[in-house]
């Protein structure tokens, strides 16, 4: 029975699953898509279990530094204990309408404009990539900073102020050239993605599970 | 390039190689300053906005509107002006100029899980100062999952998927859904989106003939407009420049329409920080003073 | 009532003919005929880069990405992709002395990068080396990800990272550009153009599309695997025939549309 | 009583705000763990209510199938055990293989079929110059940039053969590609920090609420 803890048993699972699933897709079959479905349905519940194996990973982290009082950590890492607890435990208390008010408070006042302070960081990071990134150095380049150009000065609506041509240059960009080396990208990664699921099925790649 | 300054440079080379946080203060500064003093550059009202507010004007009190927030807090720096105004509308001027009556509202989360943020900090709210009772002018069905299978199992049969609202109580005991089946008894859907969710309801509702308005960011924004002159689409309000045009339709000018000021601004000097870098460039390279390092 | 979905028939003739074509090439090279293939730029950039790492004593970064979804959606072969990558940068590291560090999003990615890890630092002999906290689970939430990932690669000043697999375009710029910034040499890939656009402007090298599959199998340091390129090849040349007799027919007035959709 | 709460939501912004502006400080770091930790929590209960609710709730009413993955859940905690650790391969190798079926239906029509029909379906007898002109210029992009990723033929490019200069037109046109993509995103980008900006002038008492 040794073979059982191998590394066979999982390719198989792989195997198997991933053949259902994809067979699913094309057959009008009840019995295999409902097994596909309930496939689905499981991996979703499998997922869920495992933030378990997140709250251990990160809680062993930061605990282990306020045991050892790593330097610059360890407060920071209080902070965390304190605000990972008070937001899962008031959940918890009301789990069906998440009501809770402590929940709601550490919601709204600590997730929410944080989220949105950080999306918002962007803005910044564009800015500095613009400048940088379409200094022209070559030929490649300088293609770069032409289409990138012409398309702000299409959106911006400071560029038709200044050339009413800028917008029909620009969307012609987007809508000819833009278009067709992104259908062909599209092409190559669609095949990519095929053969790699192949090779993985297959269980020719085969690190991920320890093997 | 990195912020861990080399050895000294010339001016020409600093020029070219920037500190970024110069340009993250430069871009501060461009943004706050319309907001102080408005530049009051026009805003024209595009034709997909003043369609969206003319189709849910026409709407007859009673109307039953399908609201499906399809977006995260994340996003609302785009879809936020144009949704406020949109409630705005919904709550208050709708209203006012129809004798007091009202839309039936439900509302769910299709695309993003997230929708229940907004519902909660932006259309509650909104919804409730203006005396909308729950249960009778609105509901909320919190975020259905399924994405694109969802909204086409719905349009067949809504009770089926939305048999509980949020807070768990029963549809038929929701005035505001009474006699609600399936798409015939719904006038219009909106969709407040980031993750293309307006497409699904093209695709099951649209061809179905309910038309859907949305309120979405700008990326979908030549996608949108397809389906608006094949007419599935009544209306899109894009961005906060889209915004900006219902507030100003709305008659409540407000973050849109200070934002798009910022956007020619902050648009400005991006272009002009790319011509200054290539100018050092240009000098460094044929300048013979300053030498290619 | 057919046994096959309408609709969806052409597509199931497309994949069987990428399969089959895959499976004689992986059967073709087992048999030891095996086709050169190009490498790319940026094997050669994951190695400077771990090179650098080891001059410098720093980590080397990588991630796998957000992407909007796990291991379990259909982003799935993209985090498999940045999984391999990571198993040959795992390598480069055991080889070199350099802390290999893998910042995750998603918690059902933990399992499978440590393992990665341990068979790469095991297969060099070093299983020694091997520690907790290589494998860091962030975040299942994008943005609070990418904050975290931000802050632990400005602090332990990374000397390279590695943005390779289900990046998506909001991703892209929150992780790559601070990297730019404390001067890490960066190795982007990603499917998605708009992720790409990105990448491109701000990384040293970048894996295109399709080159994110490839580095995977080029990760793998298997001629096995590498044999798949061949018949991705094949149906490339046999899709561009298609498209340009499929382009003269439309010229010519013929309906091909219907085709696709059988 | 005074409304703290846009001033803390200020402190908040600037917080994650002062990485660019500034560089990695105590103030950012304590922003990044405060925020780690909510999302930390609510993904737990975000979870704890998807598996009531999609296995949990149906296995209280009869459908005894549930408890599989129920008990696959569980087997993934076996990971941290020596001698039951191959256990807690199994339910990853579901998840594995779900992900890689999903990922192979989902890019056959939207990045495979689609594209190559929609290439195929152009034309060059319309009535309209322009039309027929960006078609064929069409074709030829997409076929010169699918080429570019051609990885076992015509591997031998000397500098200045045909192979060469047609690889290297391809990658002008990537890069004609990538500058759009990008020039589109930064409207998007810009948007969201002039709001986060008014935010904080709000908050300051610098604009009217």
Known sequence: MSWIRGKDVPVGIVFICGLIVTVAYFINVPAVVGVSEAIQTWAVVIAGFAIGLGVVNMVVFHSDSIRKRASGQWPYSVVFLVIFVAQTVSGFFDLAALKNPVYVWLYSNIFSPLAEAMYAILGFFIVSAAYRAMRVRNIETAFVLVSGLLVMLTNAPIGAAIWEGFPILGKWILDVPTTAGNRAIFIGTGIGTILLGLRILLGYERGYIGG | MGTESKKPRSVWERLEHMDPRISYWLLIFVIVVPFLRPLGLPISISKETQSFYNTLDALRPGSVVLFDISSGPAAYGEIGPGSIAMMEYVTVVYPGRHEGGRLRIAIVSGGEAEGAIMYEAYARPRLEKAGFQYGADYAWFGFIAGGETMVARLADSIPSLLRNDFFGTTIDKLPVMKGVSNYKDVSVVIVWDSVDATAWYVRHWGAKGVRVGTVCVAVEIPAYITFYRSGEVFGIIGSSRGGAELELLVGKPGVGVATTDTLSTSHLLVIILIIVVHIGLLARKYLPSTGKR | MSILVPGRITGLVVMAIIVVLGIWALERAKRGKVRAVRELAGMAGLRIAAGRCAEMGRPFFHTTGHGGGGLYTARGPQHMAGIAILGYIARLCAKLGVKAVSLTAFPELIPVTEDTIRMAYLGEGKADQVKPDMVRFLSSYALAFKQGYIGQLTREKAGAASLCGAIWPSDALHMSEPGVIIGAMQIGGAIDTDTLSMLALTCDYVFLGEELYAAGAFASENPTQLSVMFASDIVKIGLVLLMIFGFILSSAGVKIAQLFTI | ?209
Request: charged share 10%; net charge positive; aromatic share 14%.
């Open chain 4, 1 to 209: 009583m005074v409304d703290y709460i846009p001033l803390w939501h200020a402190f908040l912004i600037i917080g994650v705000f002062s990485y660019a502006l500034w560089r990695e400080s105590p103030y950012f770091r304590f922003c990044e763990h405060a925020f780690i930790a909510s999302a930390l929590g609510y993904a737990v209960v975000m979870a704890a209510k998807a598996i009531i609710t999609t296995a949990i709730y149906p296995l209280s009413k009869g459908e005894v199938i549930y408890i599989v993955p129920l008990v696959l859940g569980f087997a993934l905690y076996l990971r941290f055990g020596k001698s039951t650790l191959w256990i807690s391969r199994w339910p990853i190798a579901i998840i594995v293989g779900v992900g890689m079926a999903l990922g192979m239906r989902g890019v056959l029509f939207a990045y495979l079929l689609s594209q190559v029909q929609a290439t195929a379906t152009m034309s060059i007898v319309t009535k309209d110059p322009l039309t027929n002109f960006n078609s064929g210029l069409m074709l030829l992009t997409t076929i010169l940039i699918l080429m570019f990723f051609i990885f076992t033929f015509l591997r031998e490019a000397i500098p200045g053969s045909a192979i060469s200069r047609a690889r290297f037109v391809s990658r002008c046109l990537i890069m004609l590609t990538l500058g759009a993509f990008f020039g589109s995103i930064t409207m998007a980008r810009l948007t969201l920090i002039a709001g986060q900006i008014r935010k904080l002038m709000i908050a300051f008492g610098l604009l009217p609420a």
